[in-house]
């Protein structure tokens, strides 16, 4: 006799008496859909990633130098603005924000520390759009001898590394801990003349630091 044939048996209603194969078949099909279930929700609700970022757009409308001697005594003159985007890659955990401060340095020096980001609450797969524009005239840059070199060097380019950095705090909805996040983007930068048509920026990756910490 057939498997089916025992199952429906064409009466209708519930099982007929043969049926325990059956209803073993049938467990064992729950048990491997509730075992996936159980895997799917862990990795939904159980699982924290942090966030993912890429630096979009940036440009640098001038960055110059008044190098001093001794070389931490230099002086910058400068205009960035910056447009860094986030992901949260978590399927259905929101995440919460403290406010970002931004820091732009140049051969490891800061620079800036000027700017900062209010705090705000971001939507599971969503992606946020943050943007910063950094202004300053003669201000101290703690330069190294071959930095000042460095610099030069670049300067003669017309072409820039510049780091920007985001130091924040931030909270994975439903969990309680609250973890320090770093986001660095290294931009390339070329200087442009904003009477001349913009350069291209190169859309770069930025790397996440995270804080060894229980939850986060
Ligand atoms: C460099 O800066 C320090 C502290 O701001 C100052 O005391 C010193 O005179 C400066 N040196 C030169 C050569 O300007
Ligand atoms: C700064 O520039 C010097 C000279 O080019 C280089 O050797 C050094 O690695 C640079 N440091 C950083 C942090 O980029
Ligand atoms: C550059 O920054 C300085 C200082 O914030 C500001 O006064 C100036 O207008 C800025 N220039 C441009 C072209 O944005
Ligand atoms: C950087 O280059 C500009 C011209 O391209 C020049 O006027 C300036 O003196 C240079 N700065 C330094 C510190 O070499």
Redesign the pocket.
């Known amino acids: 006799m057939a498997f089916w044939e025992g199952w429906c048996g064409g009466k209708g209603d519930g099982c007929c008496d043969d049926c325990s194969w059956t209803q073993l078949a049938i467990w064992a099909a729950a048990i491997v859909v509730v075992g996936g279930l159980i895997t799917v929700l862990v990795l939904a609700f159980g699982v924290v990633f942090p966030p993912k970022a890429t630096a979009d757009d940036a440009v640098l409308?001038?960055f110059a130098l008044a190098p001093a001697d001794p070389a931490s005594n230099s002086t910058i003159?400068?205009?960035v603005t910056a447009t860094v985007s986030l992901r949260n890659p978590n399927m259905y955990r929101a995440i919460e924000y403290g406010a970002l401060a931004v820091t732009f340095s140049f051969n490891g020096t800061r620079f800036d520390d000027s700017a900062s980001v209010p705090g705000f609450k971001h939507k599971a797969r969503k992606t946020a759009t943050l943007s910063v524009?950094?202004?300053?005239?003669g201000k101290p840059i703690k330069l190294t001898r071959p930095g000042v070199g460095e610099f030069r060097a670049e300067n003669d380019t017309g072409s820039f590394g510049v780091e920007m950095r985001l130091d924040t705090v931030l909270q994975y909805k439903g969990r309680s801990a609250k973890c320090p996040l770093v986001v660095v983007c290294p931009l390339q930068l070329q200087l442009v003349d904003?009477d001349v048509a913009a350069t291209a920026f190169q859309r770069t990756k930025c790397t996440i630091l995270r804080a060894k910490k229980s939850g986060c």
């Open positions: 409308q001038r003159s400068f205009n524009r950094v202004g300053g005239v904003p």
